[in-house]
């Protein structure tokens, strides 16, 4: 499994700081998306899932709001 998938941050799958805007983590998940994305050379199916999966919770404002709780917790 890849490390990204493993590490179970979010921001840091998405390389950004936990308090970035939300525009800075859309921009960093489509940077990556197209760097990694499984059709490239470079990509990665796992890699990918976990982005996808960062960006699906850290684009809405109630679930990153609820994940930002349970990682202070």
């Known amino acids: 499994m890849d490390v990204m998938v493993a590490s179970g941050d979010l921001y840091k ?3 950004v700081d936990p308090e970035a805007e939300r525009e800075v983590i859309r ?3 489509r940077t990556l998306a197209l760097k990694y994305h499984p059709d490239l050379s470079a ?5 990918m899932a976990a982005l996808n ?3 699906g919770i850290l684009r809405s404002v ?3 709001a609820a994940y930002d709780q349970a990682r202070a917790e």
Not at 43 to 47: A, C, E
């Open 43 to 47: 990509g990665s199916h796992d890699r």
């Open 27 to 29: 921009a960093a998940y």
């Open 62 to 64: 109630s679930a990153r």
């Open 13 to 15: 799958v998405l390389q």
């Open 53 to 55: 999966h960062a960006w």
